[in-house]
């Protein structure tokens, strides 16, 4: 079955600096790589979405792009801010999974001010 | 347009007693899920229901746990009898239909003593 592994689990970044954080995924079949933000005591919180259609995916400060052959994606945030301090995950799903989502183990994501 | 709804959004019991959680989805949302987070990991499907059936309830402990969808509207979590080990926070999240972006309630948070 699908297996999603997510790196770094915690990154520390300067404000205004840029944060990337990258998950790779077993199953080639995977079609769908959401990005959640969860914020200290929290919901998860769709922030970004990509395809497997699309290589890549903007929304403002955030991006995604997406390597299918290296089985890759990664989150990219620029001009990071204090209030993008949270914990991110990413998953993948597709037909194989039954299209549940698949998560990986979380970022804690720190803005040093 | 309203998001999920969970009530209580705080419980504390004493282990070997009972608790259920309940969930209002999104209107129109086809697919509801129960998501088990324990503190510092990331969400762990429970249970997955398509209207008022059951699609995957694999990672559910059947022998404690229990989940129903009456209606395939509201749905409500039990646990009989708790363990400590039950202390996490429980996550509802519902989306159109399968595949499609989950948005989440702000949980329940259970404290097992």
């Known amino acids: 079955g699908e297996n999603v592994e997510q790196h770094p689990s915690t990154l520390s970044v300067q404000e205004g600096d840029s944060a990337v954080i990258k998950c790779t995924y077993s199953?080639?079949?995977?079609?769908?790589f959401p990005w959640y933000k969860q914020e200290l005591g929290k919901r998860p919180q769709l922030i970004i979405d990509i395809r497997s259609n699309v290589g890549e995916k903007k929304d403002q400060r955030i991006a995604v792009t997406l390597n299918k052959t290296a089985k890759h994606f990664s989150l990219h945030i620029t001009e990071t801010q204090p209030e993008d301090s949270a914990v991110y995950f990413c998953a993948a799903s597709g037909r194989d999974s039954n299209y549940q989502l698949i998560w990986g183990a979380g970022t804690k994501l720190i803005i040093k001010p | 347009e309203a998001g999920v709804a969970q009530s209580p959004r705080y419980k504390i019991i004493e282990k070997r007693q009972s608790v259920a959680f309940w969930c209002n989805p999104i209107s129109g949302h086809a697919t509801l899920y129960w998501y088990q987070q324990i503190l510092g990991q990331g969400p762990k499907l429970l249970i997955q229901?398509?209207?008022?059936?059951?699609?995957?309830d694999s990672q559910l402990p059947k022998d404690r746990f229990s989940a129903e969808r009456l209606k395939g509207v509201d749905s409500t979590l039990k646990i009989q009898p708790a363990k400590l080990e039950d202390s996490a926070v429980y996550l509802c999240?519902?989306?159109?239909?399968?595949?499609?972006?989950?948005?989440f309630g702000n949980g329940t948070r259970l404290t097992v003593t």
């Open positions: 999240a519902s989306s159109l239909e399968t595949g499609s972006p989950l948005h």
């Open positions: 199953d080639s079949a995977s079609n769908y």
């Open positions: 229901f398509q209207n008022n059936g059951v699609v995957d």
